[in-house]
């Protein structure tokens, strides 16, 4: 297990670098329990389908699954729960693997031409042994039942031997030629095939690609028989009697050999060639991979293949085809065959084998199917494999849920499976579960390319599929590509999910897609039929026309309270509007996708409330949405993206604001923008959210943030910087063309921004901001003192500087021209106009104060951008019940401005002790109950706010804001709006998440940086915890799922298909081995299979063969150094029997000794028994012999 160090608390020196508090507030500091050592970091658990699988064995023993891949990883799979991830330090593909049958240890060979063997009696399993050929490639690999001599076929031909308790090679090496010797011409190509005959393991079966086979005598060291054949074998398989063996072809026949008739094949079959009448050959078809022949003692033997289908079916799936007796079963694959194992009850191969199951393993999954049943159905797999089913676009992880809530997502879940599995238990049942004394619920949501939503059940250490919600439903479907409409913004995956709001106390769920669309879900038990789908669409666009500064006074004012306070919930549209295009032809006021008009039938689970749907505007495509958040308590969602912010309620189905982000500034927009530049039509399509890399941007490129060059105070010890940042303007203002100054003081005014306009409510207007900054700016240098809180306007050479942001003074300069920063702060990867739209990137609902003079904390929405702006609105609720429905929602600004460098990831509440307060939220409550319920059940009820409203006499802070951006950390207190503390997390980088996360009574900031930092920030202080460098960012997929959960867990999706799961918590890595899984249990080995009264009389049963005495040192001397390298394994170099670890592995292997010591003393005893009884008799017999001639004389004799 891989630790890694940790920062320590001493180490001033950086902190002190980066970090800073505010002094004269150290009334404010708040005692923190968390320290370094409280943290470490490790991998847990790797769910999933095992990605790129490669090879494939089974213990028949143990009931233990090994399955290898592509890059080098071997997963362990026993009982449901029981599975375990290792990965060989090569990387390089696995090529086969071999249990040693019931030993707790398993051999893989690697492309690499290396063997290892590994020690599975561990929970994380090491390697012990490690042989590096040198000279040869490996092509395959034999380990007889109960054997320690391992047979290595090369690709010349040869075949070494090795024995696995001590991983050297002997000196007894089958060679090519001395094999075939004059049988043929030419070389017979590389070893496919290796096995030892049934019922004599001093007969060895080599098969060459060529289509060669050899019967090879051990112990004479010659070839018995040889068997040509013109097709390329892929395969051979024996009889359990050791009299014939079966081969598998290229051209898609299979050939049965007796053994002792090497001249022809007994029988030639082609499974799926069509026989011509006239005696023909038939026509030749494709290769037959892979053959297993097995036998029942009741009935006829299984022939079971892969591949071999006809050349003319062509798009047919790939197909594993069953023979047994005159029956043939062609079973069709979803993906093509990787390999596939028989699972027998018996690990004997000179007993009937008496098969009961399939194991197939394909490209993107594993199906077992039953073979005793009629029809061969598949076993329901238990093992989370089904993450890929259609590709992750996004992914959440909840910690601590609701105890009631993994019950109810199960309960509706359990009713969406699907029905004809087979009736027996899963048959890979080996190992055993942990003893974690983790108990708290933990959910795991993962957002699909093809709509769908899955929530897993991820408690203690394990993942189980809950519940599928299918989005799409929703949606009309087109039935052919000729078909899709031309409003699409996607080329592909329509409905691929961007963006998961959950809320695990209300179980309210919202949706964002790639097609710019929402859906908002409420969770019932009850199933209902909606007949018409509630639907809002919403013009979000971006308004810049004019590049030359306008008076003052031409700016038009936001509308006021007075001008639209009743908003009216719009008619229920159930298709999108039949505005298609404006004047000038272009597209206007469609959305991207049509909502479906007929009834829609809705199972129990998630239930449509509302869709909502951004439209096009003026022939451009809505831009995709960026952030979303939803609010039970509320009754509110709340969406943004490049071009603005929108939210909704979504209890009276109406639109309250929607504004472009400039507009949420007011008039005190700290930037100046470009007019906006001409957008693409089409954007990257659902698909670029499952495998997108970073392209060309350097590594530099990708560091920089729109703001890294800015300072952005939020306090009044920078007010000292102002006259010098003044000076050093005047300078170089000269040099500088199309820089834009921030407003140097920020305020806004009081005007609300309530729209209620209804579907498509807008606000709009016209902006034009200068280009170039003259330089006379020291005769207003006093303007930037701090003023009451009014509202002023002055003409600064046509720079606005409208109002006050209490108590800072922010500065910004910002090359709008800079291309070097491309990365998008959207979800979806595309791009932004980076000089003219500042994107939405984080919401935030809670109950805060909002304003420096508030006395009581009100309902408020925090709004972060990507140029590293939080606006604080208000939100002024109706009184809960019926008026709540009927009353509309006020939204106002509160005036309040902060900025950070970078774009804003993360925001969060602290109440007066440090601890995090959630947003308030409704408890869930059914639906669709009946409406005769009690009347409180009727009142809707926000939760209150975990923080007391201070008195107007004191002057304490009582609540604290953490911002979190793409660059640092700021904590403000509130009301106050004082920067109390301030840590620059990277220069060089940029944070791709952040969470703020509860662990172990305390609270602290986790973030994950693009150059693979993962780090934690104690709270409020922001002290640096733990830096660890982890996983450096190769692929958008890591950056896209990474996510922090509560008590020191995450998770990332490591491959298309495999959720890695790691903590940071030194607690969990202490338990951990506790809470994995046992794979080796002691289970006694069946007993063989009697030989019978006549074949030990005439000697027709097994024959055994002293292998040690064939391959030991001694007789075959050493092999030669160059060969093969040996590489002592981390895992100990003493052998199995000393490797168990930890107390289960000595209680086991001391119960196997005493079992065994038991045995020898039960046989002793027999022995010993039999000696007596033996004794008693002869001496009767003596005693009898004595009375019987006693008295006779020696002539009676």
Same mark, same amino acid.
């Given at each position: 297990?891989?630790?890694?160090?940790?920062?320590?608390?001493?180490?001033?020196?950086?902190?002190?670098?980066?970090?800073?508090?505010?002094?004269?507030?150290?009334?404010?500091?708040?005692?923190?329990?968390?320290?370094?050592e409280?943290?470490?970091?490790?991998?847990?658990?790797?769910?999933?389908?095992?990605?790129?699988?490669?090879?494939?064995?089974?213990?028949?023993?143990?009931?233990?699954?090994?399955?290898?891949?592509?890059?080098?990883?071997?997963?362990?799979?026993?009982?449901?729960?029981?599975?375990?991830?290792?990965?060989?330090?090569?990387?390089?593909?696995?090529?086969?693997?071999?249990?040693?049958?019931?030993?707790?240890?398993?051999?893989?060979?690697?492309?690499?031409?290396?063997?290892?063997?590994?020690?599975?009696?561990?929970?994380?399993?090491?390697?012990?042994?490690?042989?590096?050929?040198?000279?040869?490639?490996?092509?395959?690999?034999?380990?007889?039942?109960?054997?320690?001599?391992?047979?290595?076929g090369?690709?010349?031909?040869n075949?070494h031997?090795?024995?696995?308790?001590?991983?050297?090679?002997?000196?007894?090496v089958?060679?090519?030629?001395?094999?075939?010797?004059?049988?043929?011409?030419?070389?017979?190509?590389?070893?496919?095939?290796?096995?030892?005959?049934?019922?004599?393991?001093?007969?060895?079966?080599?098969?060459?690609?060529?289509?060669t086979?050899?019967?090879?005598?051990?112990?004479?060291?010659?070839?018995? %028989?040889?068997?040509?054949?013109?097709e390329?074998?892929?395969?051979?398989? &024996?009889?359990?009697?050791?009299?014939?063996?079966?081969?598998?072809?290229?051209?898609?026949?299979?050939?049965?050999?007796?053994?002792?008739?090497?001249?022809?094949?007994?029988?030639?079959?082609?499974?799926?060639?069509?026989?011509?009448?006239?005696?023909?050959?038939?026509?030749?078809?494709?290769?037959?991979?892979?053959?297993?022949?097995?036998?029942?003692?009741a009935?006829?033997?299984?022939?079971?293949?892969?591949?071999?289908?006809?050349?003319?079916?062509?798009?047919?799936?790939?197909?594993?085809?069953?023979?047994?007796?005159?029956?043939t079963?062609?079973?069709?694959?979803?993906y093509?065959?990787?390999?596939?194992?028989?699972?027998?009850?018996?690990?004997y191969?000179?007993?009937?084998q008496?098969?009961?199951?399939?194991?197939?393993?394909?490209?993107?999954?594993?199906?077992?199917?039953?073979?005793a049943?009629?029809? %061969?159905?598949?076993f329901?797999?238990?093992?989370?494999?089904?993450?890929?089913?259609?590709?992750?676009?996004?992914?959440?992880?909840?910690?601590d849920?609701?105890?009631?809530?993994?019950?109810?997502?199960?309960?509706?879940?359990?009713?969406?499976?699907?029905?004809? %599995?087979?009736?027996?238990? &899963?048959?890979?049942?080996?190992?055993?579960?942990?003893?974690?004394?983790?108990?708290?619920?933990?959910?795991?949501?993962?957002?699909?390319?093809?709509?769908?939503?899955?929530? &897993?059940d991820?408690?203690?250490?394990?993942?189980?599929?809950?519940?599928?919600?299918?989005?799409?439903?929703?949606?009309?479907?087109?039935?052919?590509?000729?078909d899709?409409?031309?409003?699409?913004?996607?080329?592909?995956?329509?409905?691929?999910?961007?963006?998961?709001?959950?809320?695990?106390?209300?179980r309210?769920?919202?949706?964002?897609?790639?097609?710019?669309?929402?859906?908002?879900?409420?969770?019932?038990?009850?199933?209902?039929?909606?007949?018409?789908?509630?639907?809002?669409?919403?013009?979000?666009?971006?308004?810049?026309?004019?590049?030359d500064?306008?008076?003052?006074?031409?700016?038009?004012?936001?509308?006021?309270?007075?001008?639209?306070?009743?908003?009216?919930?719009?008619?229920?549209?159930?298709h999108?509007?039949?505005?298609?295009?404006s004047?000038?032809?272009?597209?206007?006021n469609?959305?991207c996708?049509?909502?479906?008009?007929?009834?829609?039938?809705?199972?129990?689970?998630?239930?449509?409330?509302?869709?909502?749907?951004?439209?096009?505007?003026?022939?451009?495509?809505?831009?995709q949405?960026?952030?979303?958040?939803?609010?039970?308590?509320?009754?509110?969602?709340?969406?943004?993206?490049?071009?603005?912010?929108?939210?909704?309620?979504y209890?009276?189905?109406?639109v309250?604001?929607?504004?472009?982000?400039?507009?949420?500034?007011?008039?005190?927009?700290?930037?100046?923008?470009?007019?906006?530049?001409?957008?693409?039509?089409?954007?990257?399509?659902?698909?670029?959210?499952?495998?997108i890399?970073?392209?060309?941007?350097?590594?530099?490129?990708r560091?920089?943030?729109?703001?890294?060059?800015?300072?952005?105070?939020?306090?009044?010890?920078?007010?000292?910087?102002?006259?010098?940042?003044?000076e050093?303007?005047?300078?170089?203002?000269?040099?500088?063309?199309?820089?834009?100054?921030?407003?140097?003081?920020?305020?806004?005014?009081?005007?609300?921004?309530?729209?209620?306009?209804?579907k498509?409510?807008?606000?709009?207007?016209?902006?034009?901001?200068?280009?170039?900054?003259?330089?006379?700016?020291?005769k207003?240098?006093?303007?930037?003192?701090?003023?009451?809180?009014?509202?002023?306007?002055?003409?600064?050479?046509k720079?606005?500087?409208?109002?006050?942001?209490?108590?800072?003074?922010?500065?910004?300069?910002?090359?709008?021209?800079?291309?070097?920063?491309?990365?998008?702060?959207?979800?979806?990867?595309?791009?932004?106009?980076?000089?003219?739209?500042?994107?939405?990137?984080?919401?935030?609902?809670?109950?805060?104060?909002?304003?420096?003079?508030?006395?009581?904390?009100?309902?408020?929405?925090?709004?972060?951008?990507?140029?590293?702006?939080?606006?604080?609105?208000?939100?002024?609720?109706?009184?809960?019940?019926?008026?709540?429905?009927?009353?509309?929602?006020?939204?106002?600004?509160?005036g309040?401005?902060?900025?950070?460098?970078?774009?804003?990831?993360?925001?969060?509440?602290?109440?007066?002790?440090?601890?995090?307060?959630?947003?308030?939220?409704?408890?869930?409550?059914?639906?669709?109950?009946?409406?005769?319920?009690?009347?409180?059940?009727?009142?809707?009820?926000?939760?209150?706010?975990?923080?007391?409203?201070?008195?107007?006499?004191?002057?304490?802070?009582?609540q604290?804001?953490?911002?979190?951006?793409?660059?640092?950390?700021?904590?403000?207190?509130?009301?106050?709006?004082?920067?109390?503390?301030k840590?620059?997390?990277?220069e060089?980088?940029?944070?791709?998440?952040?969470?703020?996360?509860?662990?172990?009574?305390?609270i602290?900031?986790a973030?994950?940086?693009?150059?693979?930092?993962?780090?934690?920030?104690?709270?409020?202080?922001?002290?640096?915890?733990?830096?660890?460098?982890?996983?450096?960012?190769?692929?958008?997929?890591?950056?896209?799922?990474?996510?922090?959960?509560?008590?020191?867990?995450?998770?990332?999706?490591?491959?298309?298909?495999?959720?890695?799961?790691?903590?940071?918590?030194?607690e969990?890595?202490?338990?951990?081995?506790?809470?994995?899984?046992?794979?080796?249990?002691?289970?006694?080995?069946?007993?063989?299979?009697?030989?019978?009264?006549?074949?030990?009389?005439?000697?027709?049963?097994?024959?055994?063969?002293?292998?040690?005495?064939?391959?030991?040192?001694?007789?075959?001397?050493?092999?030669?150094?160059?060969?093969?390298?040996?590489?002592?394994?981390p895992?100990?170099?003493?052998?199995?029997?000393?490797?168990?670890?930890?107390?289960?592995?000595?209680?086991?292997?001391?119960?196997?000794?005493?079992d065994?010591?038991?045995?020898?003393?039960g046989?002793?005893?027999?022995?010993?028994?039999?000696?007596?009884?033996?004794?008693?008799?002869?001496?009767?017999?003596?005693?009898?012999?004595?009375?019987?001639?006693?008295?006779?004389?020696?002539?009676?004799?």
């Amino acid at each position: 297990m891989r630790k890694f160090k940790k920062v320590l608390d001493g180490l001033t020196a950086v902190s002190s670098a980066s970090s800073s508090s505010q002094p004269g507030n150290r009334e404010n500091d708040i005692p923190e329990s968390l320290q370094s050592e409280h943290f470490q970091l490790c991998k847990t658990v790797r769910h999933g389908f095992p990605y790129q699988p490669s090879a494939m064995a089974f213990d028949p023993v143990q009931k233990i699954l090994s399955i290898g891949t592509q890059n080098g990883g071997l997963r362990l799979f026993g009982r449901p729960g029981v599975e375990c991830y290792c990965q060989h330090d090569s990387g390089a593909a696995v090529i086969q693997l071999q249990f040693l049958i019931n030993e707790g240890a398993l051999v893989s060979a690697l492309a690499d031409d290396s063997i290892h063997l590994w020690n599975l009696r561990q929970k994380r399993p090491a390697i012990l042994h490690s042989l590096k050929f040198n000279r040869e490639r490996i092509t395959f690999c034999h380990l007889p039942f109960q054997s320690k001599w391992l047979y290595v076929g090369t690709e010349r031909g040869n075949i070494h031997i090795v024995n696995v308790e001590s991983f050297t090679l002997s000196g007894y090496v089958i060679m090519w030629n001395k094999a075939i010797e004059l049988s043929s011409k030419s070389h017979p190509g590389p070893v496919v095939h290796i096995s030892d005959n049934p019922m004599d393991e001093g007969k060895l079966l080599i098969g060459f690609e060529s289509g060669t086979v050899v019967l090879w005598d051990l112990k004479s060291k010659k070839a018995d %028989y040889r068997y040509n054949y013109d097709e390329a074998i892929h395969s051979v398989a &024996w009889h359990h009697e050791g009299k014939q063996f079966i081969c598998s072809h290229s051209d898609g026949t299979l050939t049965i050999w007796n053994v002792k008739s090497p001249a022809k094949p007994a029988q030639i079959i082609t499974p799926h060639g069509k026989q011509p009448k006239d005696g023909k050959k038939p026509e030749p078809c494709k290769p037959i991979l892979k053959v297993e022949y097995k036998t029942t003692r009741a009935g006829d033997p299984f022939m079971i293949l892969s591949g071999g289908l006809s050349y003319d079916t062509i798009g047919r799936r790939p197909c594993l085809t069953v023979m047994h007796g005159k029956s043939t079963a062609v079973l069709e694959m979803d993906y093509p065959i990787v390999d596939f194992l028989t699972l027998c009850e018996t690990p004997y191969p000179n007993d009937f084998q008496e098969p009961y199951a399939v194991v197939v393993l394909l490209e993107k999954d594993l199906v077992v199917i039953d073979l005793a049943q009629n029809g %061969y159905p598949i076993f329901e797999n238990p093992y989370p494999l089904s993450i890929h089913e259609s590709p992750v676009t996004c992914c959440e992880y909840f910690s601590d849920c609701p105890v009631d809530i993994i019950p109810a997502l199960y309960s509706v879940g359990a009713r969406q499976k699907r029905q004809g %599995y087979s009736k027996k238990e &899963w048959p890979i049942s080996g190992g055993n579960w942990g003893l974690g004394n983790q108990c708290y619920p933990e959910i795991i949501i993962t957002g699909h390319a093809d709509g769908s939503v899955k929530f &897993w059940d991820a408690s203690a250490i394990m993942l189980q599929v809950l519940y599928k919600l299918k989005t799409a439903k929703v949606f009309e479907k087109s039935r052919n590509k000729e078909d899709k409409p031309s409003t699409d913004i996607v080329d592909e995956d329509p409905f691929a999910i961007q963006i998961l709001s959950w809320c695990p106390e209300s179980r309210m769920l919202c949706v964002a897609g790639v097609s710019a669309h929402v859906i908002i879900y409420k969770f019932s038990k009850q199933e209902v039929t909606t007949e018409v789908v509630q639907l809002l669409e919403v013009r979000l666009q971006y308004e810049l026309n004019d590049v030359d500064s306008p008076d003052v006074d031409q700016i038009p004012p936001l509308p006021t309270p007075g001008a639209s306070s009743n908003p009216q919930p719009p008619a229920p549209q159930s298709h999108p509007s039949t505005s298609s295009s404006s004047s000038d032809g272009l597209r206007d006021n469609v959305p991207c996708l049509k909502v479906r008009s007929t009834p829609l039938k809705q199972s129990a689970g998630y239930q449509v409330e509302l869709v909502i749907q951004l439209v096009w505007v003026s022939g451009e495509p809505p831009q995709q949405i960026t952030s979303l958040a939803v609010n039970s308590s509320y009754g509110l969602v709340v969406f943004g993206n490049s071009n603005g912010l929108a939210i909704v309620d979504y209890l009276q189905k109406t639109v309250l604001l929607n504004l472009g982000t400039v507009e949420l500034y007011g008039s005190n927009d700290p930037y100046q923008r470009q007019p906006r530049s001409p957008r693409k039509t089409r954007q990257p399509s659902g698909a670029g959210l499952c495998d997108i890399n970073e392209g060309s941007t350097t590594s530099e490129d990708r560091c920089k943030s729109p703001t890294s060059g800015s300072t952005s105070p939020c306090n009044s010890e920078d007010d000292q910087k102002i006259p010098r940042f003044i000076e050093m303007v005047r300078n170089k203002s000269r040099n500088f063309s199309k820089m834009v100054v921030n407003d140097l003081v920020v305020t806004s005014n009081h005007q609300l921004f309530h729209n209620g306009g209804g579907k498509g409510a807008k606000m709009s207007r016209k902006l034009s901001l200068p280009t170039e900054l003259k330089p006379d700016l020291d005769k207003r240098g006093k303007l930037l003192l701090r003023l009451s809180e009014k509202r002023f306007s002055v003409d600064l050479n046509k720079v606005k500087t409208c109002g006050e942001f209490p108590g800072t003074c922010s500065c910004l300069l910002l090359n709008i021209r800079d291309n070097s920063f491309s990365r998008s702060r959207s979800s979806s990867v595309t791009s932004i106009d980076k000089e003219s739209r500042e994107a939405i990137t984080s919401l935030q609902f809670g109950e805060t104060y909002t304003r420096k003079t508030d006395s009581a904390t009100a309902p408020s929405l925090w709004v972060g951008t990507s140029l590293g702006t939080v606006v604080v609105i208000v939100l002024n609720l109706p009184p809960p019940g019926e008026q709540r429905l009927l009353q509309p929602v006020i939204v106002s600004p509160s005036g309040t401005l902060i900025r950070l460098k970078g774009a804003i990831l993360r925001m969060s509440f602290l109440d007066s002790t440090g601890m995090l307060f959630a947003p308030p939220y409704e408890s869930w409550r059914e639906p669709n109950a009946p409406e005769d319920k009690d009347e409180k059940d009727k009142q809707r009820k926000r939760r209150p706010a975990s923080v007391s409203p201070s008195s107007s006499q004191e002057i304490c802070e009582n609540q604290y804001a953490v911002i979190c951006s793409e660059k640092q950390a700021k904590v403000i207190a509130l009301p106050s709006q004082n920067c109390i503390y301030k840590h620059n997390i990277t220069e060089t980088s940029f944070v791709l998440r952040a969470d703020i996360v509860q662990m172990s009574n305390s609270i602290c900031l986790a973030c994950f940086c693009a150059n693979g930092h993962i780090m934690t920030l104690s709270l409020p202080s922001l002290r640096p915890l733990l830096d660890v460098n982890y996983l450096p960012l190769t692929d958008m997929r890591i950056a896209r799922t990474f996510c922090f959960t509560n008590n020191g867990q995450a998770l990332y999706l490591v491959s298309p298909t495999e959720i890695q799961r790691i903590t940071y918590s030194q607690e969990t890595c202490e338990n951990l081995q506790e809470m994995l899984g046992e794979l080796f249990t002691p289970v006694e080995t069946p007993e063989a299979p009697n030989r019978g009264f006549f074949k030990g009389l005439f000697g027709g049963g097994a024959q055994s063969l002293d292998r040690e005495e064939l391959f030991g040192e001694s007789v075959a001397g050493k092999a030669s150094r160059s060969l093969a390298q040996h590489i002592p394994g981390p895992g100990g170099i003493e052998g199995m029997k000393g490797a168990a670890s930890g107390v289960v592995g000595e209680l086991a292997r001391a119960r196997i000794a005493l079992d065994e010591r038991g045995q020898k003393l039960g046989e002793l005893e027999e022995r010993t028994a039999a000696m007596m009884a033996s004794a008693d008799s002869f001496s009767k017999h003596a005693h009898d012999m004595m009375l019987k001639y006693k008295d006779k004389k020696w002539y009676q004799f």
